[in-house]
């Protein structure tokens, strides 16, 4: 059964701290790996991962995967409140009819 | 970039009815949409995947009798709660993708809280 799994659960820092958040998959046939932010209401996507080793970057936040070790990294540089959120990871299988999400690392950032 | 609307965004009903609630793709064909439940403070669980003109796949443990899926048109798929109950309580989150560069992704509804009294 395909499967994602997220670290921490749950993590609260301070304004200007950098983070590292964690994904880890089990999934049959692998197409893309994709990173979601989810404040209140709908998630709005953040990056889409297909190969191994090449970085995404969009402001303070970066993205990379590594298809050897079945993992994802995303990293927050300079945090600020506004960054509080749910942080969902999900994978998608190869027939593209499946997304697997995980169970989210929820980010606090104080001020 | 692509939207997704979904409605409504909050619904109160009566133990015993029946909740519509759509999910339009604005500007795009959504080939394929998804349907989520998540309760406080969990991750999203899948409910059912549906495909333009054919019927839904549900995921295991989720009453297709119950939570009827439909997705007429490239545009519109709707989720209709029947006979809520109060364990029905929950937020429902569509999710569509279509086909072409760009649109590999998900992209989101808002969602819909839902109370059963």
């Known amino acids: 059964e395909d499967k994602v799994v997220q670290s921490p659960l749950s993590l609260v820092v301070h304004e200007g701290d950098t983070v590292t958040l964690n994904c880890s998959y089990e999934?049959?046939?692998?197409?893309?790996l994709l990173w979601y932010k989810q404040e209140k209401k709908a998630p709005t996507f953040l990056f889409m991962l297909?190969?191994?080793?090449i970085e995404k970057k969009s402001g303070r936040l970066s993205s990379i995967l590594d298809k050897k070790e079945l993992s994802s990294i995303l990293n927050i540089t300079a945090t600020q409140t506004g960054d509080s959120a749910i942080y969902l990871c999900a994978v998608e299988d190869n027939y593209g009819q499946n997304f697997v999400f995980g169970p989210g690392t929820r980010l606090s950032v104080l001020p | 970039g692509a939207v997704v609307s979904q409605h409504p965004s909050w619904v109160i009903c009566k133990s015993g009815t029946s909740v519509k609630i759509e999910c339009r793709s604005l500007d795009f064909q959504a080939t394929t949409m998804f349907w989520y439940r998540q309760f406080p403070k969990q991750s999203l669980m899948l409910m059912a995947t549906s495909n333009e003109g054919s019927k839904a796949t549900y995921e295991q443990g989720v009453e297709k009798d119950k939570f009827l899926i439909n997705h007429a048109s490239l545009t519109l798929s709707t989720l209709t709660v029947t006979s809520a109950h109060p364990e029905d309580s929950s937020f429902y989150i569509c999710s569509a993708r279509g086909v072409g560069a760009g649109f590999e992704k998900l992209f989101f509804g808002s969602g819909t809280q839902l109370s059963v009294l």
């Open positions: 297909t190969s191994s080793g």
């Open positions: 999934v049959t046939n692998f197409r893309s």
